[in-house]
């Protein structure tokens, strides 16, 4: 009985969570409800996984409406692997967040901060798992509603401005994306994204579709980051309390890039250019400016938190690169990227803001010679760094390897070589860490430090892990990322 319900179990579980959280007025009581909360949902999103895998496309009907009338969940290749992605870093931020919500937090703030992370996993998972365009948007506005609070619970002044930049775009990118949806909705008479793939058959050079692609693209890149709409980003990621910074590094912008993906391949019908609107070529010029102008931006960053901003943005170019290549190879190489950045930048971020626990700072120029006290949190922080220039033995590495053999089949050579370069300025930013952290001596930040907890080394050590394990033997999640890709590329919702 409780399996049929899965679909919509992944998203209540974190509201009611979120519910509790806010009830207790306590930070550990809060804490405690939500890693619980994290942990149920995290199990049910494994087993809405192996569902999928075993019988295919699930459809939840909220109420039992007709999709035409009502509310439709669906749940196919594409969307649990998403699901299971933001589930699973969602339990391993709750277990990392204790002792660093404790150093960052205001006391009395720490129940309301678990309630905001659990409202914007919701919201999240909900983005993921609904068939309606409309309540996508609902969704949306939970989770940024959430995220703007969460950045502003840090305790530097300057988080505040940062939520408030961030609050600015995110509102103009959801505005956008509404504005595309009803226009959606009067060319076809329908909110359900299944339905509007079907309708659209009859109309798809219709300028008013062709005006709503371009909204909804312009809304969801905003808040996906993608180069030039970037601005927001590096403020948010670096004064965001360390365990707002790893979910909405791990997890935010990934599920835009869902959406995203989403409307382009099932609703604009398996093709990412409607009429006259190239998207695909738009889509490769802005990853391609992404990739090497924000990584070039992170060579010259201080603070490791804004380095690891800047990268990020190089690195969403990969996967929209990956989109726009728009052929199985290409395509899986960009879902693969995709989860991969996922795992190397939450350990990125959980290893310095471990390192800010201890030594107190995030500045480069601070933090000489803090692997020889931090050995095993710097350890992670390279791994991480390593997955990110794709080094062989990495995660990085095979989605790389995909995006360059998609880049092939699509007859672009160029493109191929272009992804190489990119990767070379990786090599200059995380260069700088590697040398600073590990081949200085010590300053005084890093000699005053002493080895993270274990309740931070263990979750920031599984994200590792797993950038190295998949880099070995990719075969489980290289498998999740092509099935998503041919789901997306049959077209069907």
């Known amino acids: 009985m409780i399996a049929s319900h899965l679909p919509v179990l992944v998203i209540l579980i974190p509201l009611l969570g979120a519910v509790l959280a806010a009830l207790s007025r306590h930070g550990f009581a809060a804490w405690l409800i939500a890693l619980l909360a994290s942990a149920a949902m995290a199990a049910a999103s494994l087993a809405l996984l192996f569902r999928v895998q075993a019988e295919g496309m699930i459809s939840y009907r909220i109420g039992g409406w007709a999709p035409e009338l009502g509310i439709e969940y669906r749940i196919d290749a594409f969307n649990v692997l998403i699901v299971v992605l933001v589930s699973v870093v969602a339990l391993l931020t709750m277990i990392y967040a204790r002792r660093s919500v404790l150093a960052e937090i205001i006391p009395e703030r720490i129940a309301w901060f678990y309630t905001m992370m659990l409202l914007c996993v919701a919201g999240l998972l909900g983005i993921a798992v609904t068939g309606d365009a409309f309540n996508a948007f609902?969704?949306?506005?939970?989770?940024?509603?959430?995220?703007?609070?969460?950045?502003?619970?840090?305790?530097?002044?300057?988080?505040?401005?940062?939520?408030?930049?961030?609050?600015?775009?995110?509102?103009?990118?959801?505005?956008?994306?509404?504005?595309?949806?009803?226009?959606?909705?009067?060319?076809?008479?329908?909110?359900?994204?299944?339905?509007?793939?079907?309708?659209?058959?009859?109309?798809?050079?219709?300028?008013?579709?062709?005006?709503?692609?371009?909204?909804?693209?312009?809304?969801?890149?905003?808040?996906?980051?993608?180069?030039?709409?970037?601005?927001?980003?590096?403020?948010?990621?670096?004064?965001?309390?360390?365990?707002?910074?790893?979910?909405?590094?791990?997890?935010?912008?990934?599920?835009?890039?869902?959406?995203?993906?989403?409307?382009?391949?099932?609703?604009?019908?398996?093709?990412?250019?409607?009429?006259?609107?190239?998207?695909?070529?738009?889509?490769?010029?802005?990853?391609?400016?992404?990739?090497?102008?924000?990584?070039?931006?992170?060579?010259?960053?201080?603070?490791?938190?804004?380095?690891?901003?800047?990268?990020?943005?190089?690195?969403?170019?990969?996967?929209?690169?990956?989109?726009?290549?728009?052929?199985?190879?290409?395509?899986?190489?960009?879902?693969?990227?995709?989860?991969?950045?996922?795992?190397m930048k939450g350990a990125a971020f959980m290893a310095i803001g471990a390192i800010v626990l201890r030594a107190g700072t995030a500045k480069l120029d601070e933090l000489s010679g803090i692997g020889r006290t931090m050995p095993w949190t710097s350890a992670a922080l390279t791994v991480a760094g390593l997955g990110l220039i794709g080094v062989p033995g990495t995660s990085g590495f095979v989605s790389k390897y995909y995006l360059i053999l998609g880049a092939l089949e699509a007859g672009f050579g160029w493109l191929a070589i272009l992804i190489v370069a990119s990767s070379v300025i990786a090599v200059l930013y995380v260069g700088r860490i590697v040398e600073v952290v590990w081949f200085r001596e010590p300053a005084e930040a890093a000699r005053a430090s002493r080895e993270a907890p274990l309740e931070l080394l263990l979750p920031m050590w599984v994200l590792a892990g797993a950038t190295i394990w998949f880099g070995i033997d990719a075969e489980w999640p290289a498998g999740l990322a092509a099935a998503a890709a041919r789901q997306l590329l049959g077209g069907a919702p």
Not at 205 to 226: M, P
Not at 300 to 314: E, Y
């Open 138 to 343: 609902v969704f949306l506005e939970i989770s940024s509603l959430a995220t703007y609070t969460l950045i502003a619970l840090g305790r530097d002044r300057r988080a505040l401005v940062a939520a408030y930049q961030y609050l600015i775009v995110g509102t103009i990118g959801a505005t956008l994306y509404v504005i595309g949806v009803g226009l959606i909705y009067l060319s076809t008479g329908t909110l359900n994204l299944g339905l509007i793939a079907e309708r659209l058959a009859g109309i798809e050079g219709s300028r008013a579709l062709i005006v709503a692609e371009a909204f909804i693209a312009v809304g969801i890149c905003l808040k996906l980051a993608l180069f030039p709409l970037h601005a927001w980003l590096p403020n948010a990621y670096a004064y965001a309390p360390s365990s707002a910074a790893v979910l909405l590094a791990s997890t935010a912008t990934k599920v835009a890039i869902y959406l995203l993906a989403r409307f382009l391949f099932t609703v604009f019908g398996g093709h990412v250019d409607v009429g006259a609107l190239p998207i695909g070529a738009i889509l490769i010029v802005l990853s391609v400016a992404a990739m090497f102008i924000a990584s070039a931006a992170a060579v010259f960053q201080n603070d490791v938190k804004r380095i690891l901003a800047f990268s990020s943005v190089g690195q969403v170019g990969y996967i929209t690169l990956g989109l726009a290549l728009a052929n199985p190879t290409g395509l899986a190489g960009g879902l693969l990227h995709l989860v991969n950045h996922a795992l």
